[in-house]
Protein backbone atom coordinates (compact mmCIF):
# COMPACT_ATOMS: atom_id res chain seq x y z
CA UNK A 1 0.00 0.00 0.00
CA UNK A 2 1.72 3.26 -0.97
CA UNK A 3 1.34 5.94 1.90
CA UNK A 4 1.17 8.77 0.00
CA UNK A 5 -2.44 7.24 -1.31
CA UNK A 6 -3.87 7.32 1.90
CA UNK A 7 -2.12 10.54 3.21
CA UNK A 8 -4.14 12.40 -0.14
CA UNK A 9 -7.66 11.28 0.30
CA UNK A 10 -10.32 14.04 0.85
CA UNK A 11 -12.61 14.41 3.52
CA UNK A 12 -15.68 12.86 1.21
CA UNK A 13 -13.42 10.22 0.18
CA UNK A 14 -12.63 8.46 3.75
CA UNK A 15 -15.85 8.82 4.37
CA UNK A 16 -16.88 7.06 1.22
CA UNK A 17 -14.44 4.19 1.86
CA UNK A 18 -15.42 3.72 5.67
CA UNK A 19 -19.42 3.46 4.40
CA UNK A 20 -18.39 1.03 2.04
CA UNK A 21 -16.64 -0.75 4.39
CA UNK A 22 -19.59 -1.01 7.20
CA UNK A 23 -21.51 -1.84 4.11
CA UNK A 24 -20.20 -5.13 3.03
CA UNK A 25 -18.19 -3.96 0.36
CA UNK A 26 -20.46 -2.28 -1.80
CA UNK A 27 -23.91 0.08 -2.07
CA UNK A 28 -25.95 1.60 -3.97
CA UNK A 29 -25.73 6.24 -3.86
CA UNK A 30 -29.33 5.59 -2.31
CA UNK A 31 -28.34 2.82 -0.03
CA UNK A 32 -25.45 5.53 1.47
CA UNK A 33 -27.15 8.26 1.81
CA UNK A 34 -29.99 6.32 3.53
CA UNK A 35 -27.80 4.72 6.17
CA UNK A 36 -24.47 6.55 5.78
CA UNK A 37 -23.84 10.77 6.64
CA UNK A 38 -24.18 11.79 2.91
CA UNK A 39 -26.93 14.66 1.77
CA UNK A 40 -27.19 14.19 -1.95
CA UNK A 41 -26.06 11.70 -4.64
CA UNK A 42 -23.66 14.23 -6.30
CA UNK A 43 -22.06 14.20 -2.97
CA UNK A 44 -21.33 10.68 -3.20
CA UNK A 45 -20.70 10.40 -6.81
CA UNK A 46 -18.27 13.04 -6.47
CA UNK A 47 -15.93 11.29 -4.00
CA UNK A 48 -16.50 7.66 -5.90
CA UNK A 49 -14.96 8.75 -8.95
CA UNK A 50 -12.05 10.17 -7.33
CA UNK A 51 -11.59 7.10 -5.39
CA UNK A 52 -11.96 5.01 -8.69
CA UNK A 53 -9.08 7.11 -10.61
CA UNK A 54 -6.70 6.12 -7.33
CA UNK A 55 -7.73 2.32 -7.72
CA UNK A 56 -9.47 2.43 -4.49
CA UNK A 57 -13.39 1.95 -5.87
CA UNK A 58 -15.03 0.79 -8.70
CA UNK A 59 -18.25 2.10 -10.22
CA UNK A 60 -20.49 0.03 -11.92
CA UNK A 61 -23.79 1.50 -14.00
CA UNK A 62 -26.55 -0.15 -15.75
CA UNK A 63 -29.66 2.05 -17.70
CA UNK A 64 -32.58 0.84 -18.54
CA UNK A 65 -35.05 2.01 -20.93
CA UNK A 66 -38.67 2.80 -19.79
CA UNK A 67 -41.67 4.39 -21.91
CA UNK A 68 -43.87 6.91 -20.40
CA UNK A 69 -47.45 9.12 -21.50
CA UNK A 70 -46.00 12.27 -23.09
CA UNK A 71 -49.61 13.38 -24.34
CA UNK A 72 -52.28 12.03 -22.17
CA UNK A 73 -54.93 13.63 -24.19
CA UNK A 74 -54.03 11.45 -27.24
CA UNK A 75 -54.24 8.48 -24.80
CA UNK A 76 -57.60 9.46 -23.18
CA UNK A 77 -59.57 10.91 -25.91
CA UNK A 78 -58.42 8.34 -28.62
CA UNK A 79 -55.87 8.08 -31.82
CA UNK A 80 -57.15 9.92 -35.21
CA UNK A 81 -58.12 6.73 -36.81
CA UNK A 82 -60.29 5.51 -33.99
CA UNK A 83 -62.45 8.87 -34.18
CA UNK A 84 -62.42 8.20 -37.77
CA UNK A 85 -63.51 4.56 -37.77
CA UNK A 86 -66.34 5.57 -35.61
CA UNK A 87 -67.28 8.70 -37.89
CA UNK A 88 -67.15 6.55 -40.71
CA UNK A 89 -69.49 3.70 -39.09
CA UNK A 90 -72.02 6.35 -38.11
CA UNK A 91 -72.34 7.50 -41.64
CA UNK A 92 -73.39 3.66 -42.57
CA UNK A 93 -69.97 2.32 -43.41
CA UNK A 94 -68.95 5.02 -45.86
CA UNK A 95 -68.03 8.55 -45.94
CA UNK A 96 -66.54 11.62 -48.03
CA UNK A 97 -63.42 13.54 -47.12
CA UNK A 98 -65.39 16.81 -46.58
CA UNK A 99 -67.31 15.02 -44.47
CA UNK A 100 -64.83 13.34 -42.55
CA UNK A 101 -63.20 16.80 -42.30
CA UNK A 102 -66.42 18.39 -40.64
CA UNK A 103 -66.45 15.71 -38.15
CA UNK A 104 -62.89 15.87 -37.09
CA UNK A 105 -62.13 19.65 -37.25
CA UNK A 106 -58.00 21.04 -36.95
CA UNK A 107 -56.38 18.70 -39.73
CA UNK A 108 -57.15 15.34 -37.92
CA UNK A 109 -58.77 13.89 -40.14
CA UNK A 110 -55.74 14.15 -42.38
CA UNK A 111 -53.73 12.14 -39.69
CA UNK A 112 -56.74 9.57 -39.31
CA UNK A 113 -56.46 9.20 -43.01
CA UNK A 114 -53.00 7.97 -43.35
CA UNK A 115 -53.09 5.71 -39.94
CA UNK A 116 -56.70 4.00 -41.27
CA UNK A 117 -54.80 3.44 -44.85
CA UNK A 118 -51.15 2.03 -43.18
CA UNK A 119 -53.34 -0.31 -40.96
CA UNK A 120 -55.84 -1.34 -43.70
CA UNK A 121 -58.75 0.16 -41.74
CA UNK A 122 -60.23 1.95 -44.35
CA UNK A 123 -60.13 2.29 -48.59
CA UNK A 124 -60.48 5.18 -50.37
CA UNK A 125 -62.57 4.57 -53.28
CA UNK A 126 -63.95 7.11 -55.99
CA UNK A 127 -67.67 7.82 -56.15
CA UNK A 128 -69.00 10.00 -59.19
CA UNK A 129 -65.84 11.90 -58.92
CA UNK A 130 -65.20 12.47 -55.22
CA UNK A 131 -62.82 10.34 -52.56
CA UNK A 132 -65.33 8.00 -50.40
CA UNK A 133 -63.28 6.25 -47.34
CA UNK A 134 -64.99 2.94 -47.01
CA UNK A 135 -64.40 0.94 -44.05
CA UNK A 136 -62.90 -2.72 -44.60
CA UNK A 137 -63.91 -5.66 -42.92
CA UNK A 138 -60.69 -4.95 -40.62
CA UNK A 139 -61.91 -1.55 -39.94
CA UNK A 140 -65.14 -3.15 -38.50
CA UNK A 141 -63.90 -5.92 -36.92
CA UNK A 142 -61.85 -3.31 -35.23
CA UNK A 143 -65.47 -1.31 -33.74
CA UNK A 144 -66.04 -3.95 -31.03
CA UNK A 145 -62.06 -4.15 -30.02
CA UNK A 146 -59.22 -1.80 -29.49
CA UNK A 147 -56.27 -1.68 -31.78
CA UNK A 148 -53.32 -3.17 -29.89
CA UNK A 149 -51.53 0.28 -29.84
CA UNK A 150 -54.59 1.60 -27.73
CA UNK A 151 -54.27 -1.36 -25.33
CA UNK A 152 -50.67 -0.43 -24.90
CA UNK A 153 -51.22 3.23 -24.53
CA UNK A 154 -53.82 2.51 -21.63
CA UNK A 155 -51.14 0.36 -20.20
CA UNK A 156 -48.93 3.38 -20.28
CA UNK A 157 -51.68 5.49 -17.95
CA UNK A 158 -51.04 3.37 -15.49
CA UNK A 159 -47.55 3.81 -15.27
CA UNK A 160 -44.41 3.81 -17.35
CA UNK A 161 -43.49 0.33 -19.06
CA UNK A 162 -39.81 -0.92 -19.52
CA UNK A 163 -38.10 -1.35 -22.90
CA UNK A 164 -38.39 -5.26 -23.13
CA UNK A 165 -42.03 -5.63 -21.82
CA UNK A 166 -42.90 -3.06 -24.98
CA UNK A 167 -43.74 -4.62 -28.31
CA UNK A 168 -41.00 -2.76 -30.49
CA UNK A 169 -43.65 -2.20 -33.91
CA UNK A 170 -46.30 -0.35 -31.19
CA UNK A 171 -43.22 1.53 -29.99
CA UNK A 172 -41.99 2.59 -33.93
CA UNK A 173 -45.63 3.67 -34.49
CA UNK A 174 -46.08 5.85 -31.20
CA UNK A 175 -42.37 7.36 -31.60
CA UNK A 176 -43.34 8.00 -35.09
CA UNK A 177 -46.33 10.40 -34.04
CA UNK A 178 -44.43 12.74 -32.27
CA UNK A 179 -44.77 13.88 -28.32
CA UNK A 180 -47.12 10.67 -27.63
CA UNK A 181 -44.61 8.86 -25.23
CA UNK A 182 -41.43 9.99 -24.19
CA UNK A 183 -38.71 7.45 -23.39
CA UNK A 184 -37.79 7.48 -19.04
CA UNK A 185 -34.15 6.37 -18.56
CA UNK A 186 -33.37 5.26 -15.32
CA UNK A 187 -29.94 4.56 -14.35
CA UNK A 188 -28.87 2.14 -11.39
CA UNK A 189 -25.61 2.54 -10.08
CA UNK A 190 -23.28 0.66 -7.79
CA UNK A 191 -20.16 1.49 -5.75
CA UNK A 192 -17.76 -1.41 -4.82
CA UNK A 193 -14.56 -1.07 -3.13
CA UNK A 194 -11.48 -2.59 -4.20
CA UNK A 195 -8.86 -4.45 -1.98
CA UNK A 196 -6.56 -1.83 -1.89
CA UNK A 197 -9.69 0.06 -1.09
CA UNK A 198 -10.08 -1.84 1.80
CA UNK A 199 -7.22 -2.44 3.14
CA UNK A 200 -6.82 1.64 3.32
CA UNK A 201 -10.11 1.91 5.14
CA UNK A 202 -9.37 -0.93 7.83
CA UNK A 203 -5.80 0.57 7.92
CA UNK A 204 -7.02 3.13 10.98
CA UNK A 205 -7.10 6.28 8.50
CA UNK A 206 -9.45 8.82 10.29
CA UNK A 207 -12.11 10.93 9.43
CA UNK A 208 -11.31 14.33 10.08
CA UNK A 209 -11.73 17.96 8.69
CA UNK A 210 -8.61 19.44 6.99
CA UNK A 211 -7.86 22.36 4.98
CA UNK A 212 -7.25 22.47 1.41
CA UNK A 213 -7.25 25.91 0.77
CA UNK A 214 -4.86 28.49 2.43
CA UNK A 215 -7.12 31.70 2.65
CA UNK A 216 -6.47 35.69 3.86
CA UNK A 217 -9.13 34.83 6.68
CA UNK A 218 -7.47 31.73 7.84
CA UNK A 219 -3.65 33.58 8.00
CA UNK A 220 -5.60 36.86 9.44
CA UNK A 221 -7.16 35.22 12.15
CA UNK A 222 -4.32 32.62 13.86
CA UNK A 223 -6.21 29.79 12.68
CA UNK A 224 -3.46 28.28 9.97
CA UNK A 225 -1.93 27.44 13.53
CA UNK A 226 -3.65 24.64 15.28
CA UNK A 227 -5.13 23.84 11.82
CA UNK A 228 -4.84 20.35 9.90
CA UNK A 229 -3.91 20.42 6.23
CA UNK A 230 -4.25 18.07 3.47
CA UNK A 231 -1.05 16.41 2.34
CA UNK A 232 -0.53 17.70 -1.31
CA UNK A 233 -1.47 14.38 -4.00
CA UNK A 234 1.27 14.66 -6.88
CA UNK A 235 -0.16 11.58 -8.56
CA UNK A 236 -3.93 13.16 -9.08
CA UNK A 237 -4.16 13.93 -12.34
CA UNK A 238 -4.08 18.13 -13.93
CA UNK A 239 -5.95 19.25 -16.39
CA UNK A 240 -5.37 19.03 -19.59
CA UNK A 241 -4.66 22.20 -22.25
CA UNK A 242 -6.86 22.51 -25.57
CA UNK A 243 -5.93 24.26 -28.52
CA UNK A 244 -8.98 26.10 -30.51
CA UNK A 245 -10.34 23.79 -33.50
CA UNK A 246 -13.44 23.92 -35.41
CA UNK A 247 -16.40 21.34 -34.46
CA UNK A 248 -16.02 17.86 -36.33
CA UNK A 249 -19.46 18.99 -37.77
CA UNK A 250 -17.90 22.03 -39.55
CA UNK A 251 -14.59 19.77 -41.12
CA UNK A 252 -16.83 17.54 -42.15
CA UNK A 253 -19.46 19.90 -44.01
CA UNK A 254 -16.45 21.49 -45.41
CA UNK A 255 -14.63 18.32 -46.23
CA UNK A 256 -17.94 17.45 -48.45
CA UNK A 257 -18.09 20.91 -50.02
CA UNK A 258 -14.65 20.53 -51.43
CA UNK A 259 -14.77 17.13 -52.64
CA UNK A 260 -17.80 18.37 -54.77
CA UNK A 261 -16.32 21.06 -55.50
CA UNK A 262 -12.86 19.72 -57.23
CA UNK A 263 -14.85 16.97 -58.80
CA UNK A 264 -16.61 19.93 -60.73
CA UNK A 265 -20.23 20.94 -58.98
CA UNK A 266 -20.91 24.51 -58.01
CA UNK A 267 -23.14 25.03 -54.86
CA UNK A 268 -27.10 25.46 -55.15
CA UNK A 269 -29.05 27.02 -52.01
CA UNK A 270 -33.10 27.13 -51.21
CA UNK A 271 -35.21 28.99 -48.36
CA UNK A 272 -36.06 27.06 -45.41
CA UNK A 273 -40.24 27.96 -45.96
CA UNK A 274 -41.20 26.67 -49.34
CA UNK A 275 -44.95 26.42 -50.83
CA UNK A 276 -46.02 22.50 -51.23
CA UNK A 277 -45.83 23.74 -54.75
CA UNK A 278 -42.30 23.56 -55.30
CA UNK A 279 -41.53 21.27 -51.86
CA UNK A 280 -44.10 18.53 -53.21
CA UNK A 281 -46.25 18.80 -56.31
CA UNK A 282 -43.19 19.86 -58.73
CA UNK A 283 -41.96 17.01 -57.34
CA UNK A 284 -44.91 14.55 -58.75
CA UNK A 285 -45.59 13.92 -55.03
CA UNK A 286 -48.78 12.69 -55.14
CA UNK A 287 -51.43 15.10 -53.08
CA UNK A 288 -52.51 12.31 -51.31
CA UNK A 289 -48.94 11.06 -49.83
CA UNK A 290 -48.48 10.00 -46.37
CA UNK A 291 -44.85 12.42 -46.40
CA UNK A 292 -47.66 15.51 -46.54
CA UNK A 293 -49.54 14.19 -43.51
CA UNK A 294 -49.55 16.59 -40.22
CA UNK A 295 -47.48 13.79 -38.55
CA UNK A 296 -44.43 14.15 -41.21
CA UNK A 297 -44.38 17.46 -41.80
CA UNK A 298 -43.93 20.89 -40.56
CA UNK A 299 -46.89 23.28 -41.86
CA UNK A 300 -46.71 27.09 -40.87
CA UNK A 301 -49.57 29.41 -39.18
CA UNK A 302 -47.40 32.50 -40.55
CA UNK A 303 -47.22 32.99 -43.36
CA UNK A 304 -50.06 30.06 -43.67
CA UNK A 305 -49.97 29.85 -47.72
CA UNK A 306 -47.50 30.85 -50.54
CA UNK A 307 -48.70 31.91 -53.74
CA UNK A 308 -47.01 30.61 -56.73
CA UNK A 309 -47.15 33.84 -59.45
CA UNK A 310 -46.23 31.99 -62.78
CA UNK A 311 -49.85 30.78 -63.66
CA UNK A 312 -48.83 28.70 -67.01
CA UNK A 313 -46.27 26.35 -64.49
CA UNK A 314 -49.20 26.36 -62.23
CA UNK A 315 -51.22 25.02 -65.01
CA UNK A 316 -48.47 22.06 -66.27
CA UNK A 317 -47.95 20.95 -62.89
CA UNK A 318 -51.81 20.40 -62.29
CA UNK A 319 -52.17 18.51 -65.87
CA UNK A 320 -49.41 16.50 -65.03
CA UNK A 321 -50.99 15.45 -61.76
CA UNK A 322 -54.34 14.59 -63.02
CA UNK A 323 -53.55 13.30 -66.51
CA UNK A 324 -49.95 13.37 -67.03
CA UNK A 325 -49.98 16.24 -69.55
CA UNK A 326 -47.88 15.16 -72.89
CA UNK A 327 -45.35 13.33 -70.96
CA UNK A 328 -47.58 9.88 -71.94
CA UNK A 329 -48.11 9.24 -68.25
CA UNK A 330 -51.62 8.78 -66.84
CA UNK A 331 -50.72 11.08 -63.65
CA UNK A 332 -52.58 10.53 -60.38
CA UNK A 333 -55.48 11.08 -61.57
CA UNK A 334 -58.43 12.85 -59.24
CA UNK A 335 -58.47 16.46 -58.92
CA UNK A 336 -55.08 18.39 -58.16
CA UNK A 337 -55.78 21.08 -55.43
CA UNK A 338 -54.27 24.25 -56.39
CA UNK A 339 -54.75 25.80 -53.09
CA UNK A 340 -53.42 22.65 -51.01
CA UNK A 341 -50.17 23.21 -53.10
CA UNK A 342 -49.75 27.01 -51.58
CA UNK A 343 -49.70 25.45 -47.96
CA UNK A 344 -46.90 27.17 -46.59
CA UNK A 345 -44.13 24.47 -44.85
CA UNK A 346 -40.45 23.97 -43.60
CA UNK A 347 -39.08 22.18 -46.55
CA UNK A 348 -38.87 18.22 -46.36
CA UNK A 349 -35.93 17.60 -48.16
CA UNK A 350 -32.93 19.35 -49.87
CA UNK A 351 -34.29 18.09 -53.35
CA UNK A 352 -36.66 21.39 -53.33
CA UNK A 353 -32.94 23.45 -54.07
CA UNK A 354 -32.18 20.76 -57.11
CA UNK A 355 -35.92 21.18 -59.00
CA UNK A 356 -35.31 25.31 -58.51
CA UNK A 357 -32.26 24.95 -59.40
CA UNK A 358 -33.19 22.89 -62.52
CA UNK A 359 -35.74 25.39 -63.29
CA UNK A 360 -33.33 28.39 -63.62
CA UNK A 361 -30.47 26.12 -65.28
CA UNK A 362 -32.22 23.18 -67.31
CA UNK A 363 -29.33 23.43 -70.29
CA UNK A 364 -26.83 20.25 -70.06
CA UNK A 365 -24.44 19.82 -69.14
CA UNK A 366 -24.87 20.60 -65.09
CA UNK A 367 -23.21 19.28 -61.77
CA UNK A 368 -24.89 21.53 -58.21
CA UNK A 369 -24.59 20.39 -55.11
CA UNK A 370 -26.27 21.49 -51.60
CA UNK A 371 -25.53 20.68 -47.74
CA UNK A 372 -29.42 21.96 -46.52
CA UNK A 373 -30.68 21.66 -43.10
CA UNK A 374 -34.23 20.04 -43.48
CA UNK A 375 -36.90 19.33 -41.32
CA UNK A 376 -39.16 16.33 -40.56
CA UNK A 377 -41.44 15.86 -37.56
CA UNK A 378 -39.84 13.12 -36.43
CA UNK A 379 -39.30 11.86 -33.01
CA UNK A 380 -35.74 12.15 -31.74
CA UNK A 381 -34.53 9.05 -30.63
CA UNK A 382 -30.72 7.64 -31.64
CA UNK A 383 -30.90 7.59 -35.33
CA UNK A 384 -33.54 10.38 -35.83
CA UNK A 385 -33.76 13.98 -35.76
CA UNK A 386 -36.81 16.56 -36.60
CA UNK A 387 -34.34 18.76 -37.91
CA UNK A 388 -31.20 17.48 -40.07
CA UNK A 389 -28.88 17.83 -43.31
CA UNK A 390 -28.71 16.14 -46.23
CA UNK A 391 -26.14 16.04 -49.13
CA UNK A 392 -28.21 17.11 -52.23
CA UNK A 393 -26.99 16.68 -55.64
CA UNK A 394 -27.55 16.81 -59.99
CA UNK A 395 -26.34 16.09 -62.47
CA UNK A 396 -27.67 16.90 -66.05
CA UNK A 397 -26.60 15.15 -68.95
CA UNK A 398 -26.72 13.33 -72.66
CA UNK A 399 -24.74 10.88 -71.46
CA UNK A 400 -26.37 10.18 -67.63
CA UNK A 401 -27.42 7.06 -67.47
CA UNK A 402 -27.88 4.70 -64.14
CA UNK A 403 -24.57 3.49 -63.99
CA UNK A 404 -23.09 7.09 -64.09
CA UNK A 405 -24.92 8.01 -61.34
CA UNK A 406 -24.15 4.48 -58.98
CA UNK A 407 -20.64 5.56 -60.11
CA UNK A 408 -20.73 9.13 -58.90
CA UNK A 409 -22.16 7.37 -55.35
CA UNK A 410 -19.26 4.87 -55.31
CA UNK A 411 -16.92 7.53 -55.73
CA UNK A 412 -18.28 9.76 -53.67
CA UNK A 413 -17.99 7.25 -50.52
CA UNK A 414 -15.13 6.32 -51.69
CA UNK A 415 -13.31 9.50 -51.22
CA UNK A 416 -14.92 9.99 -47.71
CA UNK A 417 -13.11 6.57 -47.13
CA UNK A 418 -16.20 3.72 -47.21
CA UNK A 419 -16.17 1.06 -49.77
CA UNK A 420 -18.65 -1.22 -48.03
CA UNK A 421 -21.95 0.44 -49.76
CA UNK A 422 -24.50 -1.62 -51.48
CA UNK A 423 -27.04 -0.17 -53.58
CA UNK A 424 -31.23 -1.88 -53.38
CA UNK A 425 -34.29 -0.70 -55.65
CA UNK A 426 -36.45 1.97 -53.99
CA UNK A 427 -39.47 4.16 -54.71
CA UNK A 428 -39.49 7.28 -54.25
CA UNK A 429 -42.84 9.58 -56.83
CA UNK A 430 -40.30 11.52 -58.37
CA UNK A 431 -37.78 8.84 -59.55
CA UNK A 432 -37.86 6.08 -61.36
CA UNK A 433 -35.86 3.82 -61.43
CA UNK A 434 -34.61 4.36 -57.91
CA UNK A 435 -32.44 3.05 -55.32
CA UNK A 436 -31.55 2.96 -51.63
CA UNK A 437 -27.59 3.26 -50.73
CA UNK A 438 -26.67 1.19 -47.26
CA UNK A 439 -22.96 1.21 -45.89
CA UNK A 440 -22.04 -1.74 -43.35
CA UNK A 441 -21.92 0.26 -39.92
CA UNK A 442 -21.55 -1.57 -36.46
CA UNK A 443 -22.54 -5.00 -37.67
CA UNK A 444 -25.23 -4.14 -40.08
CA UNK A 445 -26.25 -1.84 -42.53
CA UNK A 446 -27.33 1.52 -42.23
CA UNK A 447 -29.61 3.56 -44.75
CA UNK A 448 -27.95 6.62 -45.65
CA UNK A 449 -29.79 8.17 -48.50
CA UNK A 450 -31.72 7.58 -51.99
CA UNK A 451 -31.33 8.09 -55.71
CA UNK A 452 -32.31 8.23 -58.78
CA UNK A 453 -32.90 9.57 -62.21
CA UNK A 454 -35.92 12.44 -62.19
CA UNK A 455 -38.92 11.19 -64.02
CA UNK A 456 -40.40 13.30 -67.24
CA UNK A 457 -43.23 14.59 -65.35
CA UNK A 458 -40.89 16.14 -62.97
CA UNK A 459 -38.52 18.23 -65.09
CA UNK A 460 -41.11 18.32 -68.56
CA UNK A 461 -42.26 21.62 -67.12
CA UNK A 462 -38.74 23.32 -67.31
CA UNK A 463 -37.72 22.33 -71.26
CA UNK A 464 -35.14 19.88 -70.17
CA UNK A 465 -34.15 17.59 -72.89
CA UNK A 466 -31.77 15.51 -71.13
CA UNK A 467 -31.51 13.00 -67.95
CA UNK A 468 -31.37 14.31 -64.66
CA UNK A 469 -29.71 12.29 -61.56
CA UNK A 470 -29.97 13.03 -57.98
CA UNK A 471 -29.31 12.05 -54.77
CA UNK A 472 -29.96 12.79 -51.22
CA UNK A 473 -27.89 11.49 -48.46
CA UNK A 474 -27.66 11.55 -44.50
CA UNK A 475 -24.85 14.20 -43.64
CA UNK A 476 -25.33 13.45 -39.47
CA UNK A 477 -25.74 9.29 -40.63
CA UNK A 478 -22.25 9.96 -42.33
CA UNK A 479 -20.69 11.75 -39.35
CA UNK A 480 -21.85 8.62 -37.39
CA UNK A 481 -19.82 6.15 -39.83
CA UNK A 482 -16.65 8.29 -39.60
CA UNK A 483 -16.50 8.93 -36.00
CA UNK A 484 -18.59 5.48 -34.88
CA UNK A 485 -21.17 7.33 -32.78
CA UNK A 486 -24.17 5.28 -31.96
CA UNK A 487 -26.35 7.61 -31.45
CA UNK A 488 -26.95 10.70 -33.41
CA UNK A 489 -27.63 13.14 -30.27
CA UNK A 490 -24.32 13.37 -29.77
CA UNK A 491 -23.09 15.14 -32.36
CA UNK A 492 -25.05 18.25 -31.67
CA UNK A 493 -24.82 18.20 -27.72
CA UNK A 494 -22.35 20.79 -26.77
CA UNK A 495 -19.95 18.39 -24.43
CA UNK A 496 -17.10 20.43 -23.81
CA UNK A 497 -15.10 17.63 -22.67
CA UNK A 498 -16.70 15.70 -26.09
CA UNK A 499 -15.13 18.54 -28.56
CA UNK A 500 -12.02 19.46 -26.71
CA UNK A 501 -10.94 15.52 -27.60
CA UNK A 502 -12.09 15.96 -31.04
CA UNK A 503 -9.21 15.57 -33.66
CA UNK A 504 -7.56 18.92 -35.38
CA UNK A 505 -7.67 17.08 -38.94
Known sequence: MDPTVAEGLSYNEIKLLLALDAAGGKASPQDLISKYDFSIEVEVMGAASWLETKGLAKIAEESTMFFAIGDESVAKHGLPERKAIEAIDAAGGKIGMPELAGAMPGGEDKIAVGWLKRKGLADIVKEGGSKILVLTDKGRDSLGKKLPVEEFLETLLKGPVAEKDADKSIISELKGRGGIIREAPEVSREITITEEGMRIAKSGIELKREVTDITDRLIQSGEWRGAEYRKYDIHTFAPALYPAKRSPITRLSDQVRQMFLDMGFVEMSSDYVQPSFWNMDVLFTPQDHPARDLQDTFYLDYPSSIREDDHELVECVRELHENGGGTGSTGWGGEWSKEFSESAILRTHSTVSSIRYIAAHPEAPCKAFSISRIFRKESIDAT??????????????????????????????????????????????????????????????????????????????????????????????????????????????????????????
Do not use: C
Open 384 to 505: HLPEFTQIEGIVIDENANFDTLISIIREFYARMGFDKIRIRPAYFPYTEPSLELEVFFNGKWMELGGAGIFRPEVVAPFGVKHPVLAWGFGFERLAMLKWNIKDIRELYISDLDTLKGSKVF
